[in-house]
């Protein structure tokens, strides 16, 4: 998710130079609309932290090695390229906090 066009500008030149030092493959797919309030700001997070339970990739979006939702919900250490405070800082100031919430808030329960 972007701020505005310049964020999205800046990924995308982000993404593309670690594609050429690293001499990656990227295939990915980018869907654009606006986020309309905080409320489906985290709407689209847990539908994107949940995809790859729903392709069958994983049984628990905290599995899925390639997305973000690991990190931000702390599990594991956030990639370096990932900016996830304003997604995160919707739910408490403080980040532990903040993370136990999105955990709740994502994860099914079971």
Known sequence: M?????DRTAFCNRLAS???KY????HAFVKLRSVTDDADLLGNVRYIARNPVRAGFCQ???EWYWGSY??????????FF????????????RRAEAQRLLRIFVEPAE
């Open 2 to 6: 972007f701020r505005d066009d310049t």
């Open 18 to 20: 670690s594609i050429a």
């Open 23 to 26: 001499q990656l493959v990227c």
């Open 60 to 62: 628990r979006p905290e």
């Open 70 to 79: 690991r990190g931000s919900a702390g599990y594991a250490q956030p990639f």
């Open 82 to 93: 990932v900016d996830d405070s304003l997604a995160v800082g919707q739910l408490a100031a």
